[in-house]
């Protein structure tokens, strides 16, 4: 009787590379299905800014009316821009016409219902920014039937919220560009102004407050 005399790793080594070569091959393709699932989810904020220049607030007459003929184009294409607020920057040292310019400029924003934040510039001349922030939301699973995840249970959303958490999300875009301030705690106001009647800083409390 004979026997091979061919080592046994000689034999493995090809059966493995065959194994893991299939074992690859699967795992591509079960990530190819599931490359849309089980990737991060978020919302896209995309911000925007729109700037007009003034020639100069201390111009001739017919400069300003040139320049109040462009603002009013201008106000009436940032009137339908979503989500928008409005900065006006005006110099800080003005003379007397470029002052009541720059009030005229203000009540005619207010009177388009535009508001504006007012910024002061050292240098330069008067501008109006309009920024404008605008959100869309990613492409959710579908939340009425369970998914399967890469380890053949139910598939995790990867930070994508409940379709209503999304829409109150979207609802603001402001408030994720720059998050509101946080008020004080619902019930501190009553809880300090026991404190206050306690030590005797409080002649009475506030009965609404305490009530609540």
């Not at 034999?11 to 590379?17: C, D, E, G, H, T």
């Not at 829409?167 to 603001?172: F, P």
């Not at 106001?189 to 404190?195: I, K, L, P």
Request: hydrophobic content about 40%; some cysteine.
């Amino acid at each position: 009787m004979t026997f091979d005399k061919t080592p046994a790793r000689a034999i493995l080594l090809p059966l493995l590379a065959v194994a893991l070569f299939g074992a690859l091959a699967g795992c591509a393709e079960n990530g190819d299905i599931y490359a849309g699932l089980e990737t991060p989810k978020r919302i896209a904020i995309d911000r925007d800014m729109h700037r007009f220049e003034f020639g100069g607030l201390d111009g001739t007459e017919a400069d300003w009316r040139r320049d109040r003929a462009r603002l009013d184009a201008f106000i009436a294409a940032a009137r339908d821009l979503p989500n928008r607020s409005l900065t006006l920057y005006l110099p800080s040292v003005m003379n007397r016409r470029e002052e009541a310019r720059a009030v005229k400029l203000v009540a005619a924003l207010e009177n388009e219902g535009l508001a504006p934040l007012i910024g002061e510039l050292r240098a330069g001349n008067a501008h109006l920014d309009v920024r404008t922030v605008t959100t869309s939301v990613p492409a959710c699973p579908d939340y009425s039937r369970t998914r399967i995840g890469h380890a053949n249970g139910p598939g995790s959303n990867f930070g994508c919220a409940t379709l209503a958490n999304l829409a109150a999300m979207v609802a603001e875009p402001s408030d994720l560009d720059a998050p509101k301030e946080a008020g004080p705690p619902r019930g501190e106001a009553a809880w300090r102004d026991a404190e206050r009647h306690r030590k005797g800083e409080r002649a009475e409390l506030d009965r609404e407050q305490v009530l609540n």
